[in-house]
C-alpha cells in the first residue's frame, strides 16, 4: 500500500525559514518522480515543485511563485522528500501535500501538512 | 501558463441524479501521443485526494463506473451518474501537458 506522510508543518513568521519532510513507503522511491502541492485557505490547488530520479540526476522544478525560496531534496536511502521554504510570505499560508503517481504526477496524495506564516 | 476553467462553483444535486462538471484549458492538451493531459481528482473531508480519471477519459483502478470523464482538444468533462451520498465532494481537473503543472479551481457538488 502506497504511504505518504508529511510532517513539519508549523505557524511560522513572515521572512523565517520551514523545512517539510514526506516520508514514503509502498513503492520504489528511488525510481519515483516526487512532488509538492499546496492548497489555500481559499482551496485553490497549485503545483510547487518537482524531482526527479537519481537517473534524471536528481533534476529540479519550481513554479515561479516559489522559485528562489524553496528547495525540493530527497534522500533515497529515507525513501523521503523534503521542501525546505525559505522567505516565507503570507501567501505561502496552505496545507501541503506530497504527491506521487504512475498515470499522472499525483496519483497518490498525503494527508498534508499545514504552514501557516503570519506575524 | 495554461488555465484551467472550471465554471461551477458549486453543482447541487440529488441522489440518483447525474451531474457533469466541465472543465476550459486556455490551449489544447493533446499531446503528441495522441494522448489528452488532463485528469480529474475527488476531495473529501477527512480522506486524502482521490484520482479519478487520468488522460480525459481513463479511470485509476477501484474508481466507480459511474465517473466517466470524456472531452478533448480543450474542452473536458467529468459526469457521475446515479450520485451516491459519498460523491459529494469537491472535484479538481489538472493539466501535466506543461510545466507549471494547473489546476482547475474546483467545483463542490452539494446535496439538494
Known amino acids: 500500500e502506497v504511504q505518504l506522510v508529511e510532517t513539519g508543518g508549523s505557524l511560522v513568521q513572515p521572512g523565517k525559514s520551514l523545512k517539510l519532510t514526506c516520508a514514503t513507503s509502498?513503492?520504489?522511491?528511488?525510481?519515483?518522480?516526487m512532488h509538492w502541492v499546496r492548497q489555500s485557505p481559499e482551496k485553490q490547488l497549485e503545483w510547487v515543485a518537482q524531482?526527479?530520479?537519481?537517473?534524471?540526476?536528481?533534476?529540479?522544478y519550481y513554479a515561479e511563485s516559489v522559485k528562489g525560496r524553496f528547495t525540493i531534496s530527497r534522500d533515497d536511502s529515507k525513501s523521503s522528500v523534503y521542501l525546505q521554504m525559505n522567505s516565507l510570505k503570507e501567501e505561502d499560508t496552505a496545507i501541503y501535500y506530497c504527491t506521487w503517481g504512475i498515470t499522472t504526477p499525483v496519483d497518490y496524495w498525503g494527508q498534508g501538512v499545514m504552514v501557516t506564516v503570519s506575524s | 501558463q495554461i488555465t484551467l476553467t472550471q465554471q461551477a462553483e458549486s453543482l447541487w444535486v440529488s441522489p440518483g441524479e447525474k451531474v457533469s462538471i466541465t472543465c476550459r484549458a486556455s490551449?489544447?492538451?493533446?499531446?503528441?501521443?495522441?494522448?489528452?493531459?488532463l485528469s480529474w481528482y475527488q476531495q473529501r473531508p477527512g480522506q486524502t485526494t482521490k484520482a479519478l480519471i487520468y488522460?480525459?477519459?481513463i479511470r485509476t483502478d477501484g474508481v466507480p463506473t459511474r465517473f466517466i470523464g470524456s472531452g478533448s482538444g480543450t474542452e473536458f468533462t467529468l459526469s457521475i451518474e446515479d450520485v451516491q451520498p459519498e460523491d459529494i465532494a469537491l472535484y479538481y481537473c489538472l493539466q501535466t501537458l506543461k510545466k507549471p503543472y494547473t489546476f482547475g479551481a474546483g467545483t463542490k457538488l452539494e446535496l439538494k
Open positions: 490551449q489544447s492538451l493533446l499531446y503528441t501521443d495522441g494522448k489528452h493531459y
Open positions: 509502498g513503492f520504489t522511491f528511488s525510481n519515483a518522480w
Open positions: 524531482i526527479k530520479a537519481k537517473s534524471n540526476n536528481y533534476a529540479t
Open positions: 488522460h480525459a477519459s
